[in-house]
C-alpha cells in the first residue's frame, strides 16, 4: 500500500518505449503507474500493456530480476482486472464478411490485443518454470538470455519460478471460464509432482487443482485436470500422494433417472433398449447445459475408470 502512494503520475502522451535504457528503481515506479492507466482505460491502453509484458523478459543484467519479479506480479493484477467474464472466440468465415459497426471493431480489436498479450504472458511464465526445473523443450522468448551473456543464477531463477507459479494459479481460480485455461492446467499438473525439496511449486499446484474441482460447477475444468493428472500417473515412475489426494475434491454427483417398472437401472440396463428409451426421453427434458454437463461429467468417469484399470495392472 506504501508503494501506492509513491507511484508517480502517468502522463496522458506516455507510451511504451522499448529502447530506453533506464534504472531499476525508474522501471519499477514505471510498471506501477502503466498498470493504473492499463486498468483505468484498457481499450486505449493496450500499448502499455504490451510494455507490461516485454518487461517479464527484462535483460539487463544489473536490473532484470527485480523487474522481472515485478512485472510477472503486475500483468497478473492487470490481467485479472480486465479479463472480461466470458471466453472470446474467433469469427466464423461466414462472420468474418459481415461488415461491423465502429463500436463492436473497437471491441474486438480490444480482444485480440488482449488474447496476444495474454498468451505472451502465460508462455513466458511456462518457460520462466521449465528453465527452473531444467526442462526446456523450446525457447520461443529465450528467457535465459541476459545483456553481456551473464549467467541467470539459480537461487533467483527458482523465486522466478515459484512466482511465476502463483501467478498461474491465481488466474486459474480467479479467470477459469477465460481461453488458455488448457494451457495453465498443462503446466500446474506436472507441478503436483515436483519432488524439489527447496520449492513449494508442488505444494501450491496442488492446492489450486483441489480447489478447482471443489468450484467447479461446468465439469469441464475438472475433465482437463483429471486428463493431465491420469497422463502424469501413467507416464512418472512414481507419484506424490497429494497428486491422487485431489481426486477426492472432484463433484462427482449421479444423475437420477428413474427406474422403468420392471426396476432396470443403470448399471443393469445399457443394453436394455426399454432402458435406453427412458433415458433418452428424460434426457431430452433437461436444458441443453444441463445435458453438456451430463456428457462431460461422463468422460471424467471414463478417465477415472481407465486410471483405475492401470492401476490394478500395475
Not at 492499463?38 to 530480476?65: H, Q, S, T, Y
Not at 531444467?134 to 523465486?159: A, C, H, W, Y
Not at 488466474?171 to 520449492?199: C, G, Q, W, Y
Not at 507416464?235 to 417398472?261: G, I, N, W, Y
Request: contains cysteine.
Amino acid at each position: 500500500e506504501e508503494e501506492e502512494e509513491e507511484e508517480v503520475e502517468v502522463e496522458e502522451e506516455e507510451k511504451f518505449d522499448d529502447g530506453e535504457v533506464e534504472c531499476a528503481e525508474t522501471k519499477l515506479r514505471k510498471l506501477s503507474s502503466w498498470c493504473r492507466t492499463v486498468m483505468e482505460n484498457p481499450e486505449a491502453k493496450m500499448g502499455l500493456l504490451e510494455g507490461i509484458v516485454k518487461l517479464c523478459l527484462e535483460r539487463d543484467a544489473d536490473v532484470w530480476f527485480s523487474v522481472r519479479k515485478r512485472a510477472f506480479e503486475v500483468a497478473l493484477r492487470v490481467f485479472q482486472d480486465i479479463i472480461p467474464g466470458y471466453r472470446i472466440r474467433s469469427f466464423t468465415e461466414k462472420e468474418s464478411g459481415v461488415k461491423l459497426s465502429k463500436e463492436v471493431k473497437s471491441l474486438t480489436s480490444f480482444e485480440d490485443s488482449l488474447l496476444k498479450r495474454y498468451q505472451q504472458y502465460l508462455a513466458i511464465l511456462s518457460e520462466t518454470i521449465e528453465a527452473a526445473r531444467g526442462q526446456r523443450k523450446g525457447s520461443k522468448f529465450d528467457v535465459m538470455s541476459l545483456d553481456n551473456k551473464t549467467k541467470i543464477p539459480r537461487e533467483k531463477l527458482n523465486i522466478l519460478k515459484e512466482t511465476g507459479v502463483r501467478c498461474l494459479c491465481d488466474l486459474l481460480l480467479s479467470r477459469p471460464h477465460f481461453n488458455f485455461r488448457t494451457n495453465i492446467v498443462a503446466v500446474l499438473v506436472p507441478l503436483m509432482n515436483d519432488k524439489s525439496p527447496e520449492s513449494k511449486a508442488s505444494e501450491i499446484s496442488c492446492k489450486t487443482i483441489t480447489t478447482l474441482l471443489e468450484q467447479d460447477t461446468t465439469c469441464e475444468p475438472s475433465l482437463e485436470a483429471v486428463r493431465f493428472i491420469c497422463k502424469l500417473v501413467k507416464t512418472a515412475k512414481e507419484v506424490k500422494k497429494e497428486v491422487l489426494d485431489t481426486f477426492l475434491s472432484l463433484q462427482m454427483q449421479d444423475v437420477d433417472l428413474p427406474q422403468d417398472r420392471d426396476g432396470v437401472n443403470e448399471e443393469e440396463g445399457r443394453n436394455n433398449k426399454k432402458y435406453r428409451r427412458l433415458e433418452e426421453k428424460q434426457r431430452k427434458k433437461l436444458s441443453r447445459k444441463e445435458r453438456k454437463r451430463i456428457k462431460v461429467h461422463a468422460q471424467v468417469k471414463k478417465e477415472l475408470k481407465e486410471l483405475e484399470s492401470r492401476s490394478e495392472e500395475r
